[in-house]
């Protein structure tokens, strides 16, 4: 159990939000918004300060936790990172919180869990540069940063290798020359990571460099950002995306209807009125959105903002993350009343990744 008092409510910052090359420091003594950078820089990282902000201590000054979570302590290196506008959508005092679930460490991941390991999706097979993956035809995703706005227990890259960041001229040059050589290729995916924690200079200049080369037709970029950190989606941003030559799509992670608040909607809404095709994916997960009940509201949500769900994802078998497995079975089942509750385009594709195959393997 992790019994460690935070004195202070001043926010620590973890190694990797101290790199964070974008933005100034934080000047507290005025009352304008602050940057995203800000508000990333002050994300949660610390379990006890996360746990009073949500009403999970015995005492109201912030004691020991609620015996109902088992904490892990020590938190691994992949520990908790929650930026307060996702933290603000949990609902206070409730350890079964959907969106708590997803960012909480727990000793659940310590559990055996045979059949689950360190690199699932055997990423390491596919590197057609450093931060280049080529799994499928004409498509290849590039590794943009390793840093999220987010850390989301059951990621499948959270025991990642790649620790570079497009934020470096050489990197960002030998992904470039990687592309421009590779005629066969017709859509970049950015990923990482996310790429849209990286500052607007480089995102912009990716943009338009890969605008750029010629066989290129498409850029497509995943994200969590617009879920965890929907101030990211400024104007400066949009405006950036808006400008490629080549049309951008957006693919934003979304798991539970709760995640989705105004602020979120003013995010997508953005994106969606400079014209950029905004689809979803899921994650399916036990105890999180595991019922058809839960999905057909974040479908509907998504539908309202025009957003198109694109894939639900059977989860990848990481180690640690084997508590929040749903078995195809039952994803199955929930698909198919699904299919009775929403219109066609409304039901995303039931989805997993076979290491080896030529596409994601179509279960629904
Ligand atoms: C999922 C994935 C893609 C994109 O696949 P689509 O079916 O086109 O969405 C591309 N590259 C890699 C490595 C992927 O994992
Ligand atoms: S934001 Fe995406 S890449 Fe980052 S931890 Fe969450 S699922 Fe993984």
Same mark, same amino acid.
């Given at each position: 159990?992790?019994?460690?008092?935070?004195?202070?409510?001043?926010?620590?910052?973890?190694?990797?939000?101290?790199?964070?090359?974008?933005?100034?420091?934080?000047?507290?003594? /005025?009352?304008?918004?602050?940057?995203?950078?800000?508000?990333?820089?002050?994300?949660?990282?610390?379990?006890?300060?996360?746990?009073?902000?949500?009403?999970?201590?015995?005492?109201?000054?912030?004691?020991?936790?609620?015996?109902?979570?088992?904490?892990?302590?020590?938190?691994?290196?992949? =520990?908790?990172?929650?930026?307060?506008?996702?933290?603000?959508?949990?609902?206070?005092?409730?350890?079964?919180?959907?969106?708590?679930?997803?960012?909480?460490?727990?000793?659940?991941?310590?559990?055996?869990?045979?059949?689950?390991?360190?690199?699932?999706?055997?990423?390491?097979?596919?590197?057609?540069? =450093?931060?280049?993956?080529?799994?499928?035809? =004409?498509?290849?995703?590039?590794?943009?940063?390793?840093?999220?706005?987010?850390?989301?227990?059951?990621?499948?890259?959270?025991?990642?290798?790649?620790?570079?960041?497009?934020?470096?001229?050489?990197?960002?040059?030998? !992904?470039?020359?990687?592309?421009?050589?590779?005629?066969?290729?017709?859509?970049?995916?950015?990923?990482?990571?996310?790429?849209?924690?990286?500052?607007? /200079?480089?995102?912009?200049?990716?943009?338009?460099?890969?605008?750029?080369?010629?066989?290129?037709?498409?850029?497509?970029?995943?994200?969590?950002?617009?879920?965890?950190?929907?101030?990211?989606?400024?104007?400066?941003?949009?405006?950036?995306?808006?400008?490629?030559?080549?049309?951008?799509?957006?693919?934003?992670?979304?798991?539970?209807?709760?995640?989705?608040?105004?602020?979120?909607?003013?995010?997508?809404?953005?994106?969606?009125?400079? =014209?950029?095709?905004?689809?979803?994916?899921?994650?399916?997960?036990?105890?999180?959105?595991?019922?058809?009940?839960?999905? !057909?509201?974040?479908?509907?949500?998504?539908?309202?903002?025009?957003?198109?769900?694109?894939?639900?994802?059977?989860? /990848?078998?990481?180690?640690?993350?084997?508590?929040?497995?749903? /078995?195809?079975?039952?994803?199955?089942?929930?698909?198919?009343?699904?299919?009775?509750?929403?219109?066609?385009?409304?039901?995303?594709?039931?989805?997993?990744?076979?290491?080896?195959?030529?596409?994601?393997?179509?279960?629904?």
């Amino acid at each position: 159990m992790m019994i460690v008092r935070e004195k202070s409510p001043v926010s620590f910052q973890s190694a990797d939000q101290r790199k964070d090359s974008s933005g100034g420091p934080g000047d507290r003594s /005025d009352t304008r918004d602050p940057s995203w950078q800000e508000v990333l820089r002050e994300a949660y990282t610390s379990v006890p300060r996360l746990l009073k902000r949500v009403g999970l201590t015995t005492w109201a000054d912030g004691g020991p936790p609620s015996p109902a979570l088992p904490l892990l302590d020590p938190p691994d290196e992949f =520990g908790l990172l929650a930026p307060e506008p996702f933290v603000s959508r949990i609902r206070p005092g409730d350890p079964e919180d959907p969106l708590l679930r997803q960012i909480l460490p727990t000793t659940e991941e310590l559990l055996p869990c045979p059949g689950f390991c360190v690199d699932p999706l055997r990423e390491e097979d596919h590197k057609l540069a =450093g931060a280049i993956l080529q799994k499928y035809t =004409g498509r290849c995703l590039v590794l943009t940063t390793s840093r999220c706005a987010i850390h989301c227990r059951f990621c499948f890259r959270r025991f990642r290798s790649f620790c570079g960041s497009l934020d470096d001229p050489a990197t960002q040059m030998q !992904v470039l020359r990687t592309i421009e050589a590779d005629r066969s290729l017709r859509e970049v995916i950015l990923s990482g990571g996310d790429p849209l924690v990286l500052g607007d /200079d480089t995102l912009g200049e990716l943009v338009e460099r890969l605008g750029k080369i010629g066989h290129l037709r498409r850029i497509r970029i995943h994200s969590r950002v617009p879920i965890a950190l929907p101030q990211r989606i400024d104007d400066q941003l949009v405006k950036i995306l808006a400008a490629s030559k080549i049309p951008v799509y957006m693919v934003v992670h979304v798991n539970h209807p709760r995640e989705i608040d105004t602020n979120v909607e003013t995010a997508i809404r953005r994106l969606v009125q400079s =014209g950029i095709p905004v689809l979803s994916q899921s994650v399916l997960l036990r105890r999180v959105n595991d019922r058809a009940q839960v999905l !057909v509201e974040l479908f509907e949500k998504l539908l309202d903002l025009q957003v198109i769900p694109y894939y639900l994802h059977q989860l /990848d078998r990481v180690q640690g993350a084997a508590h929040f497995e749903v /078995d195809e079975s039952g994803g199955l089942k929930i698909i198919k009343t699904l299919r009775q509750l929403l219109p066609g385009y409304g039901v995303p594709r039931y989805v997993r990744e076979v290491p080896g195959e030529r596409s994601k393997l179509i279960l629904a």
